[in-house]
């Protein structure tokens, strides 16, 4: 097959892009900046902002897998034009070149449109792809860890620096590793579409307490879970908001995003089981991915 990519420079795209060159497709993946030249893959300069670049990625393709988004913007406007618009470009360019086979990976957010503005935008998005007539799909991955990622990285080195690990207030979550997603997501660009949602994950629901345990157990430490409080939390956010501006990264937005106490994945949308189960248990996905963080110098 053809694959067109969208975030396929990011941290799920380049798992995805490592799992569909192994099964010998060939990929098309959007890029902003330049990359090597790598066999299989060929890069199209642009972003989800340029109509052009999305039409030159998806012409001629087999399906595509939008991955690409914003997790964190100034203000609802930038979510949108992010998440909602630019999800609307890749499909307008899917239905101009008769790919109808659209896979789409929205976020548990979108269960919560008004919690936050992420999480509005991403339901937003979720509504162009539904609404359309191509043969969709839509994934909504919990939290995403594994090698190369940089997002629980703070997590892990608190772990093993201090032995406590800052959690947001009570609360139950998901995760998956990220080449268990990169897997769900190929198995359905190369299945029929059936207009579903799903909610995979790898089976197991944590308290953030235990995520904190766990996260300790990978780096050999037991570590002190240390819930924040909203409210403390929320001054956080002001604070950087004061210190970096548009670009603070603990913003209200996303203060309101970790406060909420269930981000688990519903048991009841799960892929269907001849398609695709979860392979990596939590130990071992948090074990390799100490390893990895250890390996590159991050802990």
Do not use: C
Request: aromatic share 6%; hydrophobic share 45%.
């Amino acid at each position: 097959m053809i694959l067109a990519l969208t975030g396929g420079t990011g941290f799920v795209g380049g798992a995805l892009i490592e799992r569909a060159l192994a099964a010998a497709h060939q990929v098309r993946a959007l890029a902003r900046r330049p990359q090597p030249p790598r066999k299989g893959v060929t890069w199209i300069a642009g972003a989800l902002d340029d109509p052009q670049a999305i039409s030159t990625l998806v012409s001629t393709a087999d399906a595509v897998i939008h991955v690409a988004g914003a997790v964190n913007a100034p203000d609802r406007a930038a979510f949108a034009t992010a998440n909602i618009d630019g999800t609307r470009n890749v499909v307008d360019a899917a239905l101009t070149w008769d790919v109808h086979r659209f896979v789409h990976v929205s976020s548990l957010a979108a269960r919560e449109p008004a919690l936050s503005n992420y999480g509005w935008s991403k339901s937003g998005a979720e509504a162009v792809v539904t609404t359309s007539a191509l043969d969709w799909t839509i994934v909504r991955p919990p939290g995403v860890y594994g090698p190369g990622d940089m997002e629980q990285r703070d997590l892990f080195r608190a772990a093993r620096r201090t032995g406590v690990v800052p959690i947001p207030p009570r609360g139950r979550l998901s995760i998956i590793h990220v080449a268990d997603l990169a897997r769900l997501l190929l198995a359905l660009a190369e299945a029929p579409g059936d207009h579903a949602t799903y909610e995979p994950s790898d089976g197991t629901p944590l308290s953030y307490a235990g995520f904190a345990r766990a996260i300790g157990a990978a780096v050999g430490r037991r570590v002190v879970p240390l819930a924040l409080p909203a409210g403390l939390l929320r001054t956080a956010a002001r604070a950087d908001r004061m210190l970096r501006g548009m670009k603070a990264k603990l913003t209200a937005d996303r203060v309101a995003y970790m406060v909420h106490p269930d981000w688990t994945a519903d048991p009841a949308k799960a892929p269907p089981p001849a398609l695709w189960r979860p392979q990596i248990a939590i130990a071992d996905g948090l074990s390799a991915t100490a390893r990895w963080y250890r390996a590159h110098g991050l802990l």
